[in-house]
């Protein structure tokens, strides 16, 4: 195990980092570095093991990021907008490989993650599943293809009633993806509410609509509606498991990548420049 990329996980105690926790353990190549939960956590001390349902590893929980760092390879990242920016800011310190699956972070949140990026190799994504990231290849063509004056295109996802952002980051890489096909600024033609006397559609605008309920992990679809016809595209995540796949697989893969802002797409050979 002398070559396994030593991987830290921040947000240890949460239900994605313990899943990130078991998967490295199983996986090949890879070892738990170290394990992060925030200052004060009840946490801390613990076996990140244990934590897990693996077992004492030997690797305590500690609320020093960037002691953590220092000697790992790369750290894997669901945590929230603010802990994330921080912990690129040290990724960069530490030059090492940061995945960042967080959602919810704002364009401000986003250009210091892209900073922290001329030193680190940071994988950011929406969503980090194969069948998301396809599917954004897929809407991106459809909205390429389909007139905008002709078809209407419409993102519709469901969380678990604790989900705290919305829409979802998988919803808003959805939307971009059709943007770009329709060579638009999702900002300047997104609907995310719609509620009393809205007026008609408006032409050219990419809506979104949210749910909210139970212990859905992840269901969207995007709908291109044409006058007397509807094509949808969705997805549909049945386990937490394989956000955590795709995030570890976007670690091994950046290992040795130049320091720089990468994508699910680049990972997996999917982005246009492949």
Known sequence: MSDAMKLVVVGAGGRMGQ???RLIQATEGAVVHAAVE??????????AGELAGLGSIGVPVTDDPLAAFVHADGVIDFTSPA??????????????????????????DDAKIAAAARHARIVKSGNMSLGVNLLSVLVKRAAQA????????EVL????????????????????????????DLADHSVRVRDGHTGP?????????????????????????????TITLSHSAGDRSLFARGALRAAL????KKPGLYSMLDVLGLSSSN
């Open 157 to 184: 996802e469901m969380h678990h009633k604790r989900k705290v952002d919305a829409p979802s980051g998988t919803a808003l890489l959805l939307g971009q993806a059709a943007a770009e096909g329709r060579g638009i």
């Open 19 to 21: 899943t990130v926790l």
């Open 146 to 153: 389909l007139d905008a004056a002709g078809w209407d295109i």
């Open 201 to 229: 559609r408006e032409e050219g605008s990419i809506g979104f609509a949210t749910l909210r309920g139970g212990s859905v992990i992840g269901e969207h679809s995007v709908l291109f509606a044409g006058e007397g016809e």
């Open 38 to 47: 925030r200052s004060g956590s009840p946490l801390i001390g613990r076996d």
């Open 253 to 256: 893969w950046a290992r040795d």
């Open 83 to 108: 802990a994330s920016v921080e912990y690129a800011g040290l990724a960069a310190q530490a030059r090492i490989v940061h995945v960042v699956g967080t959602t919810g972070c704002t364009a401000d």
